[in-house]
């Protein structure tokens, strides 16, 4: 009697196992839950690309700067270089300042020819 109860009773745990481990991979292997899934492995692999790229941009930039203080030091530049002043050009005509007179002899009338 107690051998075919121990037998039943691990029967009906396998089967239970079983049937829960099933569930479980059905409700894995859904529309939505794949999409969830989907997305959140999308998320990790954005946030390391990202991490990686900014860990890129500061070590390019670290180097860069590295690299332009050796130049200097083998140039001889100690202090950054005074930019010009930007040229001005007239947006208008000024007649009354002699730099901006026009002294062309062409007409710019369209209609002369016709």
Not at 16 to 43: D, F, I
Request: charged share 30%; net charge neutral.
């Amino acid at each position: 009697m107690f051998r075919r109860t121990f037998w039943f009773t691990t029967g009906v745990a396998a089967g239970v196992w079983a049937t829960t481990k099933v569930n479980r991979k059905l409700k894995q292997l859904t529309p939505e839950s794949l999409a969830a899934t989907a997305a959140n492995k999308a998320l990790e692999t954005g946030a390391r690309l990202k991490d990686r790229a900014v860990g890129f941009a500061l070590d390019v930039r670290d180097n860069m700067a590295q690299r332009e203080a050796e130049l200097q030091d083998a140039l001889g530049i100690d202090e950054d270089p005074e930019l010009p002043a930007p040229r001005r050009f007239p947006a208008i005509e000024n007649s009354t300042h002699p730099r901006y007179v026009q002294t062309t002899t062409y007409s710019y009338d369209r209609n002369e020819d016709h």
